[in-house]
């Protein structure tokens, strides 16, 4: 039986860099991956944070105070609950985890709420230090290494740096290459089977007409019961 793991690649624009201080979170972005492969589905929400946003976050993200006067606060059900929905229990893939993670927590210590354990959290700035020491391992020079298309990322917005993550993520875990596993999943000794993992959540329907199947089956009849291909039909 095929299990799929459900992660959330992750990142959060705030005012400042004082996450225990002042501080607060104006932006979230969440990609749902299965697979370590995106499937479409995100989350992405601005939020007033109460308080001016810094030169230099203007500076990185564009976002200014009147973008965000009208929107609601964290703790709006519409922000926090709706993001702890769309999380779950599934692990959290971030860049520089610990940032992202410490800013969520105190808003959700604010909120009433429970904070992010740090085993839900997978680093990739660690998984990139770790497979390519002493490189560059901004998020920016790991989109250049694997050729992920970043030109849109003038500035910095959580649900793009969410989604350019995704694909950072999938190359640190593997690239491509995963979606051929060479196991069977089981931890018995039991021989293993050559499996393809299809790089969708859903496979794609069949484009084999009705006529055509018809005509395939006609055909095979044609071949009798001791041709070799009936020894490979399901």
Same mark, same amino acid.
């Given at each position: 039986?095929?299990?799929?793991? /459900?992660?959330?690649?992750?990142?959060?624009?705030?005012? !400042?860099?004082?996450?225990?201080?002042?501080?607060?979170?104006?932006?979230? !972005?969440?990609?749902?991956?299965?697979?370590?492969? %995106?499937?479409?589905?995100?989350?992405? @929400? +601005?939020?007033?944070? +109460?308080?001016?946003?810094?030169?230099?976050?203007?500076?990185?993200?564009?976002?200014?105070?009147?973008?965000?006067?009208?929107?609601?606060?964290?703790?709006?059900?519409?922000?926090?609950?709706?993001?702890? @929905?769309?999380?779950?229990?599934?692990?959290?893939?971030?860049?520089?985890?610990?940032?992202? +993670?410490?800013?969520?927590?105190?808003?959700?210590?604010?909120?009433? =709420?429970?904070?992010?354990?740090?085993?839900?959290?997978?680093?990739?700035? @660690?998984?990139?230090?770790?497979?390519?020491?002493?490189? %560059?391992?901004?998020?920016?020079?790991?989109? =250049?290494?694997?050729?992920?298309?970043?030109?849109?990322?003038?500035?910095?917005?959580?649900?793009?740096?969410?989604?350019?993550?995704?694909?950072?993520?999938?190359?640190? +875990? !593997?690239?491509?290459?995963?979606?051929?596993?060479?196991?069977?999943?089981?931890?018995?000794?039991?021989?293993?089977?050559?499996?393809?993992?299809?790089? /969708?959540?859903?496979?794609? %329907?069949?484009?084999?007409? !009705?006529?055509?199947?018809?005509?395939?089956?006609?055909?095979?009849?044609?071949?009798?019961?001791?041709?070799?291909?009936?020894?490979?039909?399901?």
């Amino acid at each position: 039986m095929s299990t799929h793991l /459900r992660e959330i690649a992750f990142d959060t624009e705030t005012t !400042g860099l004082d996450w225990a201080g002042d501080d607060r979170i104006i932006e979230v !972005g969440a990609v749902e991956l299965v697979n370590h492969v %995106p499937t479409g589905l995100t989350f992405h @929400e +601005r939020i007033n944070p +109460r308080r001016p946003v810094s030169a230099k976050t203007i500076e990185i993200t564009g976002i200014t105070d009147d973008m965000l006067v009208d929107k609601p606060y964290f703790e709006d059900p519409v922000i926090v609950d709706a993001l702890l @929905e769309f999380i779950g229990d599934s692990p959290i893939v971030a860049h520089n985890a610990s940032f992202d +993670r410490s800013f969520l927590n105190a808003e959700l210590v604010r909120c009433g =709420k429970v904070e992010t354990i740090e085993t839900q959290w997978v680093d990739t700035l @660690e998984m990139a230090k770790k497979r390519y020491p002493g490189a %560059p391992a901004s998020l920016d020079a790991l989109c =250049k290494r694997f050729n992920v298309n970043a030109e849109a990322r003038t500035l910095h917005g959580a649900l793009l740096d969410s989604q350019l993550l995704a694909e950072v993520y999938l190359e640190l +875990r !593997g690239g491509r290459a995963r979606s051929f596993d060479f196991s069977d999943g089981l931890d018995d000794g039991d021989s293993a089977r050559f499996r393809v993992a299809h790089q /969708r959540p859903q496979p794609l %329907p069949s484009l084999v007409t !009705g006529d055509e199947a018809e005509q395939h089956a006609a055909f095979i009849a044609e071949l009798g019961d001791n041709a070799i291909w009936s020894n490979y039909r399901d």
